[in-house]
């Protein structure tokens, strides 16, 4: 129905930066909240940032400074600029975002992305 595609991950020394991008697609008539989230082997899935679909934006204290959020309402893409990167920055990152797939729907669903690896080491 509604699929959340994530690229942009990969091996990265600390200090680097690496850009993600989701792109959404599907039965889509309108989507609010995108964001992306992160889950560490042993850990659980935690909020990085998020954006309306006015840009208001909302970040993890852990990545303030570090990490932009942006968003093309237009082609359903979300993206994260990750720069300073450090090592407990290791984790997958997944794409969420919350769809109207039918204009009468009262409320947004929430859909996931598959996630993309992040790995920060030397």
């Known amino acids: 129905q509604v699929q959340l595609v994530e690229s942009g991950g990969g091996l990265v020394q600390p200090g680097g930066s690496l850009r993600l991008s989701c792109a959404a697609s599907?039965?889509?008539?309108?989507?609010?909240?995108m964001g992306w989230y992160r889950q560490a082997p042993g850990k659980e899935r935690e909020l990085v940032a998020e954006i309306t679909r006015g840009d208001g934006t909302n970040y993890a204290s852990s990545v303030k400074g570090r990490f932009t959020i942006s968003r093309d309402n237009a082609k359903n893409t979300v993206n994260l600029q990750m720069n300073s990167l450090k090592p407990e920055d290791t984790a997958v990152y997944f794409c969420?975002?919350?769809?109207?797939?039918?204009?009468?729907?009262?409320?947004?669903?929430?859909?996931w992305g598959q996630g993309t690896q992040v790995l920060v080491s030397a």
């Open positions: 969420k975002a919350g769809v109207k797939t039918m204009a009468w729907q009262v409320s947004y669903s929430p859909f």
């Open positions: 599907g039965r889509i008539f309108s989507i609010n909240i």
